[in-house]
T-cell receptor, first 114, second 110 residues
Framework: DAGVTQSPTHLIKTRGQHVTLRCSPI?????VSWYQQVLGQGPQFIFQ???????GRGNFPDRFSARQFPNYSSELNVNALLLGDSALYLC?????????????FGPGTRLTVL | GESVGLHLPTLSVQEGDNSIINCAYS??????FIWYKQESGKGPQFIID?????DKRQGQRVTVLLNKTVKHLSLQIAATQPGDSAVYFC?????????FGGGTRLMVKP
């Protein structure tokens, strides 16, 4: 079975631009979470979605938004990009997103903001 | 607040030796913990998990120990191999999100 897939793998944007990152969960998983990982640190939680509904949101500004589609894939959108948004954006999927379920990560999208 | 930390930022071991990576957590409400391995340029890879009603769980060459009294988690890797070289994160899940620590880099010397 395919694991979590993310696209694109790398992306370069300039300040003020907008970006859309995409994620497809493991087959059968209905929950997707997004994390931001800056170099040298652990991932930081951004959003969790389950059955197209937002279940949780981390401490990120409103420039960050996400949605989940009927096929359980998801998009993360970031508006008005700042230099500090440069990071590895990770998507993780789980069966239902419950607190005692394993979350499985994709390879990430490396975003560079110039 | 919620936090997960690691005691040692870098651990260097000889190939074939056992490795122990430690982690402290602060949220008493956490019911679930996961260890991840992350190689350079890749996403975190699920290694092993443990629920709060357990003290120990074993996998293939890996063992996780949980001490709820002192809020401590450890990952033991038996017969460490060069392919084990990576950054290891512990993560706790008091709710639906995962809270990660800063990571420990494991370096395996041949």
């Amino acid at each position: 079975d395919a694991g979590v897939t993310q696209s694109p793998t790398h992306l370069i944007k300039t300040r003020g631009q907008h970006v859309t990152l995409r994620c497809s969960p493991i087959s059968g998983h209905k929950s997707v979470s997004w994390y931001q990982q800056v170099l040298g640190q652990g991932p930081q939680f951004i959003f969790q979605y389950y059955e197209k509904e937002e279940r949780g949101r981390g401490n990120f500004p409103d420039r960050f938004s996400a949605r989940q589609f009927p096929n359980y894939s998801s998009e993360l959108n970031v508006n008005a990009l700042l230099l500090g948004d440069s990071a590895l954006y990770l998507c993780a999927s789980s069966t239902t997103g419950g607190p005692t379920e394993g979350q499985y990560f994709g390879p990430g999208t490396r975003l560079t903001v110039l | 607040g919620e936090s997960v930390g690691l005691h040692l930022p870098t651990l260097s071991v000889q190939e074939g030796d056992n490795s122990i990576i430690n982690c402290a957590y602060s949220n008493s409400a956490s019911d679930y913990f996961i260890w991840y391995k992350q190689e350079s340029g890749k996403g975190p890879q699920f290694i092993i998990d443990i629920r709060s009603n357990m003290d120990k769980r074993q996998g293939q060459r890996v063992t996780v120990l949980l001490n709820k009294t002192v809020k401590h988690l450890s990952l033991q890797i038996a017969a460490t191999q060069p392919g084990d070289s990576a950054v290891y994160f512990c993560a706790e899940s008091p709710y639906t999100k995962l809270t990660f620590g800063g990571g420990t880099r494991l370096m395996v010397k041949p």
